[in-house]
């Protein structure tokens, strides 16, 4: 996408006016979507855009601009302007570039770049629209949407690195609404992969559209949920959003590297109950947060960041590195080129126990399971977090007894990592978004089933 002679001459002048390190980032982005409302195509989008992120380094300061032109001239006026702010006498000598692009561990069939497939989406939407609609004539609505995207991405830098990947991505989403007179109340799915369109295979319109309606409906009618502290099961899948938010972002050397994580100092020391082991894994095949390479050019990997309740290691980017000491961990990620990277999560979740669900359940005397979670809020640095539930049902005497609505989750990362006393074996992910100060990219949430002892439930 660019030409390594014109990348070259820009580094070197980056290198000439005192950088430490200089980065460009090129990238082509295709996206296509359709969306399904009111029992019809809503909206058909698509869109390209390209452009050139440039980063220089001067010791901890990191500059970055971007453009969306591919000449040299330009380029180099960009990088003028960044090396602008900072003059300092050094000139670091730019290494041969070197290309290599690594193995493609996702293999895709039917590329967004290849699309043939719009009727056989609204097909499927349709369909998943039918099926929702048939469980219940209280379901007043259904939205859906299929995203597809293509990115492309080529990476080089002053340490000779010259690399490259072609990441696709599907998404399909799938919201029911349920209405009785005034009360309303909703369904919501939307699964995701590293993958083409032959991730329609994988998910079965009809079940999704059983799916959302069903939760819909048991919500529509649910008891008002209690409040208090009591022990709660938070159920697998995206029940993994609160180890993601409350307590994956503060092992990220974003916040680390200024101290702003509780954890910060806690590396080698027991932070949660030993029956956790958390991971945080970029290699997983065709999953929706993996990725071949970060957004700086490295390999992923597979990170265990927490092993039998013991801190063992944080997600660490190029300059996390520089400021923290530990080894990068392939985690550099940006939404785009309009963005410099950090350390992110990729596929983040909390490793399979031995406990079974019924386990648990039994030895709740009263308390809530947690089914699915819904969203909520963090505050950085401390891991302070409520999360709504959005299928949640009660527990008496070791039984699930009846559907609730309305419930909180409130508590902190450090206190529930904690609590949680049983890990379930019924693991999986969940697809997700998230947003930090490198925009929002594609991550992946999981877990097994598992119960925390005590926690703080906001009801009605």
């Known amino acids: 996408m660019l030409n390594p002679s014109t990348a070259k001459a820009v580094i070197d002048h980056a290198l000439f006016l005192g950088a430490d390190f200089a980065e460009l980032f090129v990238e082509h982005h295709q996206s296509g979507s359709v969306e399904f409302n009111a029992g019809d195509v809503d909206k058909i989008n698509g869109g390209i855009d390209f452009g050139i992120g440039i980063r220089l380094f001067f010791g901890h300061k990191v500059l970055y601009g971007y453009t969306n032109s591919t000449e040299e001239e330009e380029l180099k006026r960009v990088t003028s302007l960044l090396a602008a ?58 939205i859906g949407r299929i995203l597809q995207r293509q990115q492309q991405v080529e990476i080089f830098n002053s340490n000779g690195l010259h690399t490259g990947d072609t990441r696709h991505y599907t998404r399909i989403a799938a919201t029911a609404v349920a209405q009785d007179g005034n009360e309303q109340s909703t369904g919501f799915e939307a699964p995701g992969a590293l993958t083409g369109w032959e991730f329609n295979t994988r998910i079965d319109p009809t079940s999704l559209g059983q799916q959302v309606a069903k939760q819909a409906m048991i919500k529509l009618t649910a008891d008002n949920c209690p409040s208090g502290e009591m022990p709660v099961i938070i159920g697998n899948g995206f029940g993994g959003v609160i180890f993601h938010e409350a307590c994956g972002h503060l092992l990220e050397t974003t916040s680390v590297a200024k101290k702003a994580s509780v954890f910060h100092d806690q590396m080698g020391e027991m932070i949660a109950n030993p029956v956790v082991s958390a991971v945080d894994d970029g290699t997983m095949a065709n999953e929706w947060g993996s990725i071949n390479i970060d957004d700086e050019g490295m390999a992923t990997q597979r990170t265990q960041l927490i092993k039998d309740g013991k801190l063992t290691s944080f997600m660490v980017d190029q300059m996390g590195a520089k400021k923290t000491g530990f080894a990068p961990t392939g985690s550099g990620r940006r939404e785009s080129y309009k963005f410099a990277p950090t350390s992110r999560m990729r596929n983040t979740f909390i490793e399979p126990g031995d406990s079974s669900l019924e386990a648990m359940i039994a030895s709740v005397e009263k308390g809530i399971f947690a089914k699915k979670m819904g969203g909520g809020s963090v505050q950085p640095g401390t891991g302070e977090f409520n999360f709504a539930v959005q299928e949640a049902y009660l527990i008496e005497d070791g039984k699930i007894t009846r559907p609730l609505k309305s419930a909180t989750l409130i508590s902190t990362g450090p206190k529930v990592l904690k609590e949680i006393s049983m890990v379930g074996q019924d693991f999986e992910l969940a697809a997700g978004m998230c947003g930090s100060v490198s925009g929002s990219v594609p991550t992946t949430v999981g877990q097994p089933a598992l119960k925390v002892d005590n926690i703080l439930v906001g009801g009605n």
């Open 85 to 142: 702010k900072d003059n300092r006498d050094q000139i670091v000598q730019a290494s041969a570039l070197n290309f290599s692009r690594l193995t493609d561990k996702h293999p895709v069939r039917q590329p967004l770049s290849q699309d043939a497939n719009l009727e056989a989406k609204i097909a499927f939407l349709r369909a998943t629209d039918k099926a929702a609609r048939a469980e219940n004539g209280k379901i007043a609505q259904f």
